[in-house]
């Protein structure tokens, strides 16, 4: 919790002291779509091992962004669709490329009972390291997907383009629920830049927790997406 309030007073003192940039910088429109053999979302399928098709909108001013983004999903209890709404600020602090953000993920044809739909409070950062960079994330929710109660995500991810089209990345992570939700995951991937506007995503998914479910086994995903 006080990793937390450290998180919300940075946001508060970014934004006061980013109104300058704000004005300086018109606004700016960039749209995503792509489709995916499977949507995995911190290694576990949210489409049941099938096909993803999204897509999404962002407004950039400066430093500050806000932006949508809509997916199908399969819960296997009538839920078919996800919507997301985010909102945050990048300051650069040194060497530092940080990320300020709150996102509300939200589903449609939810069942009755539990709360499917969920909102994170994001703390990032990268720094550059040779051609690549490092990078970490915290996510914090007071309420989980399903009223699962407090919840945190932690990770550390990096990247390295390999040439002019090829980039490796990767990523290790921990979702700590408080309702018996703990799990380990990783990814490590390659991805391959047909033009300045289309890339594709190769990438090997997993966790530690198989016993949780099919969703939560290893599997590859390779996803197209082109932003324009």
Do not use: C
Request: without cysteine.
């Amino acid at each position: 919790m006080n990793a937390l309030k450290i998180a919300l007073l940075a946001a508060t003192a970014t934004v006061a002291m980013g109104g300058a940039a704000l004005a300086a910088d018109a606004p700016s429109v960039s749209f995503n779509l792509g489709a995916s053999t499977d949507y995995v979302f911190r290694g576990v399928s949210q489409t049941d091992g099938q096909a993803q098709v999204f897509g999404g909108a962002d407004l950039t001013a400066g430093s500050f962004y806000a932006g949508t983004w809509l997916s199908n999903v399969d819960f296997n209890n009538g839920t078919n669709m996800e919507y997301d709404l985010y909102v945050g600020y990048k300051p650069q602090v040194g060497p530092v490329a940080m990320d300020l953000g709150v996102l509300r993920y939200g589903y449609t044809n939810s069942p009755s009972g539990p709360d499917q739909d969920f909102y994170e409070i994001k703390v990032a950062g990268s720094v550059p390291v040779g051609k690549g960079s490092i990078g970490g994330a915290v996510y914090y929710s007071p309420e989980f997907f399903g009223e699962t109660g407090v919840a945190t995500y932690v990770e550390l991810n990096g990247s390295v383009p390999v040439d002019d089209k090829w980039t490796l990345s990767g990523a290790i992570g921990h979702q700590d629920v408080d309702y018996n939700g703990d799990y380990n995951t990783w990814n490590l991937g390659v991805g391959y830049a047909l033009t300045d506007h289309i890339g594709l995503d190769l990438r090997y998914f997993d966790t530690d927790e198989h016993g949780f479910g099919k969703i939560y086994d290893g599997r590859v995903a390779l996803a197209l997406k082109a932003t324009y």
